[in-house]
C-alpha cells in the first residue's frame, strides 16, 4: 500500500525556518519525480518545488533562494528545507510522487505552515 506522510510543519515567525520531510513507502522511491505543492486558504493547489529521480531540482519564482529540496533515497524521503519565510507562505504543504507514463501520482495529507507573528 502507498503511502506518503508529511511532517515537520507548525507554527514559525516571518524570517524564520523550517524543515519539512516526506517519508514515503509502498513504491520504489529511487524511480520517482517528488514534488511538493501547498495550498493555502481559498487559493488553489500549486507547485512549490520538484526533485527528479537523477537529483535535477526545479523551483518556482517565489521560492527560489529561500526554498531546498533534497531527496535519501536509502530512507525514501524528501525534505523541504524553507528559509526566510513569509506570511504568504502560509499553506498545507503536500507532497507527492510520480514515475513518468508508469505510476501515480501519489499524494500525502498535507502539513500545515503558518508563517505569522
Known amino acids: 500500500q502507498v503511502q506518503l506522510v508529511e511532517s515537520g510543519g507548525g507554527l514559525v515567525q516571518p524570517g524564520g525556518s523550517l524543515r519539512l520531510s516526506c517519508a514515503a513507502s509502498?513504491?520504489?522511491?529511487?524511480?520517482?519525480?517528488m514534488s511538493w505543492y501547498r495550498q493555502a486558504p481559498g487559493r488553489e493547489r500549486e507547485l512549490v518545488a520538484a526533485i527528479s529521480s537523477s537529483d535535477t531540482a526545479d523551483y518556482v519564482e517565489p521560492v527560489k533562494g529561500r526554498f531546498t529540496i533534497s531527496r535519501d533515497n536509502a530512507k525514501s524521503t524528501v525534505y523541504l528545507q524553507m528559509n526566510s519565510l513569509k506570511p504568504e507562505d502560509t499553506a498545507v504543504y503536500y507532497c507527492?510522487?510520480?514515475?513518468?507514463?508508469?505510476?501515480?501520482?501519489?499524494w500525502g495529507k498535507g502539513t500545515l505552515v503558518t508563517v505569522s507573528t
Open positions: 509502498g513504491f520504489t522511491f529511487r524511480y520517482y519525480t
Open positions: 507527492k510522487g510520480l514515475r513518468y507514463y508508469i505510476d501515480g501520482p501519489y
